[in-house]
């Protein structure tokens, strides 16, 4: 346990998910919010992009420099992909780095290449905690004391928990697994055309990435592999929604011949049952994303289709917070070993 304050800065603090951040790390009680930095908008008041964050409004967004970032025990990296990982490797060993980018996500670098199209930049502990990892195993022993943190993206979040528990335990087929998942527009960050949002989201929703083509897709397979032990293949499609945050992922599988309804709730129960931010909701209740708007936690509901043989979970989360920047300081108190739920709200915003 660490007993000073930890200095943290934000990198790319002008966006969407570097103010999220900022929110949750201004009222951790162990963390002082360092350097704010940004591209285009070093220069202004963080007030001026970020009215809501009212006692860092007076801050100024300074330009990304290695050297700034440098001086702090901890360095959050919410930078467009491929932008991160150069920043990342001018800072010292010592410092603890969490990418809320793409970058060191994947293990493999072909599917990096396919995928992002780009040199792969290596691979870094995956920041998911409660993600199982075999039969009982879980991610986070590999985030305790670590100070290079790839925080997962935000669709693989709710889909890779909704889905790891069955494959865990041996209940799910590894083929067939179909996703189709549901987000608010701060999924697409702040460059989204204001037009766009005026005239062609806000009352309508629309796919895009079809056809196995989105990059989210081999985080997924990734890891839903390393829960099943066997490799997990998965149709996914996005859906971009009329709301300004929170995912609703509809996740089904196959399940194997003679699986019941008794064993699937139990294999989800048992996996997240000491789990802060993770909760399986009673039989019969279903997620929605209005109850986990700026909390950490997914909430799923999972049923046996018996007709076609198939599990349905559907999982809600908040894409900005345990989306990515509450995994981040969720990660970061395991890096400092701190409290992991400290800082990080469970209490949504709803209606
Ligand atoms: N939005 C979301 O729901 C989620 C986002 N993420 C990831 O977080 C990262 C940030 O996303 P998001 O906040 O949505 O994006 P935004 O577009 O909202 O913000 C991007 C930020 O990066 C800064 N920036 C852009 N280019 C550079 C550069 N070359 N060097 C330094 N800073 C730069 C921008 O500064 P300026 O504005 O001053 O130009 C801005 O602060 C991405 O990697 C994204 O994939 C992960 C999960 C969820
Ligand atoms: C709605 C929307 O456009 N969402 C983004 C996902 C953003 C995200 O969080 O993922 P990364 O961290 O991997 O960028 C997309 O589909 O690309």
């Not at 930890?6 to 990198?11: D, F, G, K, Q």
């Not at 990982?85 to 290449?113: E, I, M, S």
């Not at 996740?251 to 139990?266: H, K, N, S, Y």
């Not at 993770?278 to 929605?288: D, F, I, N, Q, T």
């Amino acid at each position: 346990m660490v007993c000073q304050v930890i200095r943290v800065a934000v990198a790319g603090a002008s966006g969407y998910a570097g103010g999220e951040a900022l929110r949750l790390l201004a009222g951790h009680p162990e963390v002082e919010v360092g350097a704010v930095t940004a591209a285009s908008s070093a220069g202004a008041r963080l007030g001026y992009v970020h009215p809501h964050l009212l006692p860092l409004a007076d801050r100024v967004l300074a330009e990304t420099t290695p050297e700034l970032l440098a001086e702090h025990d901890a360095v959050v990296l919410a930078l467009p992909h491929g932008a991160s990982a150069a920043l990342a490797a001018q800072l010292p060993a010592d410092v603890l780095v969490l990418d809320c980018g793409a970058d060191h996500r994947l293990a493999d670098p072909v599917a990096w290449k396919t995928f992002y199209g780009s040199e792969h930049a290596g691979t870094w502990p995956y920041g998911m905690p409660e993600l199982l990892t075999g039969a009982t195993s879980k991610q986070r022993d590999a985030l305790v004391g670590a100070r290079r943190v790839a925080v997962p993206g935000c669709y693989p979040t709710g889909i890779s928990l909704a889905l790891a528990p069955g494959f865990a335990a041996g209940l799910l087929e590894p083929a067939d697994v179909v996703v189709v998942a549901a987000s608010g527009t701060s999924g697409a960050g702040k460059g989204l055309k204001a037009n766009l949002l005026g005239s062609e989201v806000m009352g309508s929703m629309s796919p895009y990435g079809v056809g196995g083509v989105h990059r989210h897709t081999p985080e997924v397979e990734q890891n839903l592999t390393g829960a099943a032990g066997e490799p997990v293949t998965v149709s996914f499609t996005p859906t971009l929604a009329p709301m300004p945050r929170g995912i609703l992922a509809t996740c089904t599988a196959r399940v194997r011949a003679g699986v019941t309804a008794a064993q699937l709730r139990d294999a989800w129960q048992q996996a997240y049952a000491d789990e802060p931010f993770v909760v399986v909701l009673p039989e019969g209740s279903w997620p929605r994303t209005s109850d986990v708007l700026g909390s950490n936690v997914v909430e799923m509901g999972l049923a046996l289709d018996e007709r076609v043989g198939r599990v349905v979970v559907v999982a809600a989360e908040d894409n900005l917070t345990k989306g990515t920047a509450g995994a981040a300081v969720q990660c970061l108190n395991l890096a400092f070993g701190l409290p992991e739920t400290l800082g990080l709200p469970r209490t949504g915003v709803a209606p």
